[in-house]
């Protein structure tokens, strides 16, 4: 609850930056994103993706690079790699194998990085590893064979969808000229003393609608 109580004011302050929007009903965040980067990739355009959720490697490619602005690290193709052993394009198969606690992806009970890649060296994708299933042995290949509904729902969860219907296109995904006094009023509402001194420092000031609230 304490949560949910911000997300309004975040909207507020985010389209008084200026900054676009893109709220879908309904639909994750994630899947919004991958609607945008593939539309931008059909038209060869470079796009970055601020995010530390891993199950968004699988949208990487010569044109979309991930990027964790909170630790620096960037994923190119060849990130992925050197990351998860593994393509883009065999993310997803990873995420149904060892899960995602994050995004609710159960995955099969035992079965870490390792395991994950060297199954799918060893057989290529989750369908493939399904079905010699019969041939992995010790207790993690039981496993493996009590989970494979569970191996199946991972894989859906772990996919991201690429035809939401979205409101807005990429060209009106633009920014625009931020309104200064509003945010001032937001910030000095919400008590973000950094930021009112930031702008107060550059001469912003409430208007006399706003002094009067």
């Not at 304490?2 to 302050?13: F, K, M």
């Not at 945008?36 to 470079?46: K, P, T």
Request: hydrophobic share 40%; charged share 25%.
């Amino acid at each position: 609850d304490d949560l949910r109580t911000q997300i309004e004011p975040i909207h507020h302050i985010i389209r008084a930056m200026g900054l676009p929007l893109l709220v879908v009903p309904g639909v994750e965040a994630d899947d919004v994103i991958g609607t945008l980067a593939r539309q931008a990739q059909r038209q060869q355009r470079e796009t970055l993706i601020s995010t530390g959720d891993k199950d968004l490697a699988q949208l990487v490619n010569e044109h979309v690079t991930l990027i964790n602005t909170m630790t620096g690290e960037k994923l190119n193709p060849e990130g992925v790699v050197a990351k998860f052993g593994l393509p883009p394009s065999r993310i997803v198969d990873f995420l149904a194998l060892t899960g995602d606690k994050v995004d609710n992806i159960p995955g099969v009970p035992g079965v870490g990085p390792k395991t994950a890649v060297k199954w799918l060296q060893d057989f290529g994708s989750v369908e493939e590893i399904i079905a010699n299933a019969d041939k992995i042995g010790g207790k993690i290949g039981e496993k493996l064979r009590d989970n494979i509904d569970s191996l199946r729902l991972s894989y859906e969860l772990a996919t991201i969808n690429f035809d939401v219907t979205l409101e807005l296109s990429l060209e009106q995904l633009v920014p625009t000229e931020e309104d200064a006094s509003q945010l001032l009023a937001m910030f000095s509402e919400l008590e973000f003393r950094s930021w009112v001194k930031e702008l107060e420092s550059k001469g912003v000031g409430l208007s006399d609608d706003q002094l009067n609230q």
